[in-house]
């Protein structure tokens, strides 16, 4: 078996198609993935990449070892997965609905998509909660939950009760939420459709949105499954006076771990608590 200080180095460099990526997802320097290639080359005795201007490019023989390391470093990596804990990538809100688990480790997700492309691929995550990522043929797809946005504002807001119309919706501050991979705020891209409003604070995350709008006369949207949340912290629930469409999250993990069992025990746990009633 080949050393997996040098396989790991070389496939990460195939996949990823420069030394520069594959020296970042790897933790390392340039010049260590540089030298791990150079003494693989040598100990298969013939050249794996080639440079092509400024890019490199894998040579006949670099695509089948590839082919054959990764589906052995595949088996291998889900063989362990099942004996440790489970790194699942998801956004706050799917993190605020699941209570402790000890089989797994749970991070928010990347903001950008490419990135919770590449973790997976590189096999830094094992799962990932998420909607709208990019289709990958390497990849599996399946439902696992659906949320929605509604509006919030102080429970002592001085002009807004159970209801709120379009008119004060538009007359209102407004804590928004910037998603950063639509370059959108978050109501207009699940409205489709800009909304002129007044923007006193943006915000990154939906912790920060409960934050900003409590004790203060703003009004802000929210997803539907931190709404208890929010009003355990002083805030009201109202409906939105205008149409906005569901989210529906998904369970996006590599092909490898579709028929591992502790896999798939994770994933259909996972279903269950997230579609839990509020």
């Known amino acids: 078996m080949f050393d997996l200080n040098l396989v790991r180095p070389f496939l990460s460099v195939y996949k990823l198609g420069t030394i520069t990526k594959a020296a970042e997802s790897l933790e390392l320097t340039q010049p260590a993935v540089s030298s791990a290639i150079k003494r693989f080359e040598n100990v298969l005795g013939y050249p794996l990449f080639i440079r092509m201007g400024r890019k490199i490019e894998p040579t006949p ?16 990596d889900g063989a362990v997965a099942s004996e440790q804990k489970m790194i699942v990538y998801a956004g706050i809100n799917a993190i605020s609905m699941l209570p402790e688990m000890p089989n797994i480790q749970l991070y928010e997700s990347p903001k950008a998509e490419q990135d919770v492309l ?9 799962l990932v909660i998420d909607y709208n990522l990019p289709r990958d043929s390497g990849l599996n ?21 159970d209801e709120i119309t379009m008119q004060q919706y538009l007359e209102a501050e407004h804590v928004t939420l910037k998603l950063y991979r639509q370059n959108s705020q978050i109501v207009d891209f699940l409205a489709g459709k800009s909304l002129s409003r007044k923007v006193a ?15 203060t006369n703003y009004v802000a949207a929210i997803a539907k499954s931190m709404a208890s949340i929010a ?5 009201k629930i109202i409906q939105p006076p205008f149409h906005m469409r569901k989210v529906n999250f998904e369970f996006t ?9 502790t896999h798939k025990a994770l994933r259909e746990q996972l279903k269950v608590l997230l579609n839990k009633p509020n």
């Open 61 to 76: 023989n670099a695509h089948q070892l590839a082919n054959q390391l990764s589906m052995a470093l595949e088996l291998m």
């Open 118 to 126: 590449q973790d997976i691929k590189l096999n830094k995550v094992d």
């Open 141 to 161: 797809f399946e439902p696992a939950f659906t949320d929605e946005l509604v509006l919030m504002c102080d429970k002592n807001h001085p002009t807004i009760q």
């Open 201 to 215: 604070i943006e915000v990154g995350n939906m912790t920060n949105i409960i934050i900003s709008t409590q004790g």
């Open 231 to 235: 009003e355990q912290l002083g805030l």
């Open 253 to 261: 993990y590599h092909k490898k771990y579709q028929n591992n069992a």
